[in-house]
């Protein structure tokens, strides 16, 4: 299994991102993705997550601003942030949960700054 991300950059504060990760691989029917994020001196912290069947999950700091989704016939999800801080600057990275797998992709760095 591999996942590949993108969708990451410099934004101001208060602007949009959205982020994808896809996966390829032996990808199960039966499944949980999402994305973690850690910044710089912090330890690493789940962003959201959503299950196969479409029920999102979302970290304190970010409800309301993110938007977690998923195409499954693209064995893709998605992570729509809006209105940005600065606090949520960090290396963003997916994860896809199946059976005892956990896969990771590589991280995309966003930056929130003016």
């Known amino acids: 299994v591999q996942l590949q991300a993108s969708g990451g950059g410099l934004v101001q504060p208060g602007g949009s991102l959205r982020l994808s990760c896809a996966a390829s691989?032996?990808?199960?029917?039966?499944?949980?993705m999402g994305w973690y994020r850690q910044a710089p001196g912090k330890q690493r912290e789940l962003v959201a997550a959503i299950t196969g069947g479409g029920t999102p999950n979302y970290a304190d700091a970010v409800k309301g601003r993110f938007t977690i989704s998923r195409d499954n016939a693209k064995n893709t999800v998605y992570l729509q942030m809006n209105n940005l801080k600065p606090e949520d600057t960090a290396v963003y990275s997916c994860i896809l949960i199946q059976g005892t797998g956990r896969y990771w992709g590589q991280g995309t760095q966003v930056t929130v700054s003016s």
């Open positions: 691989g032996s990808i199960l029917s039966i499944n949980a």
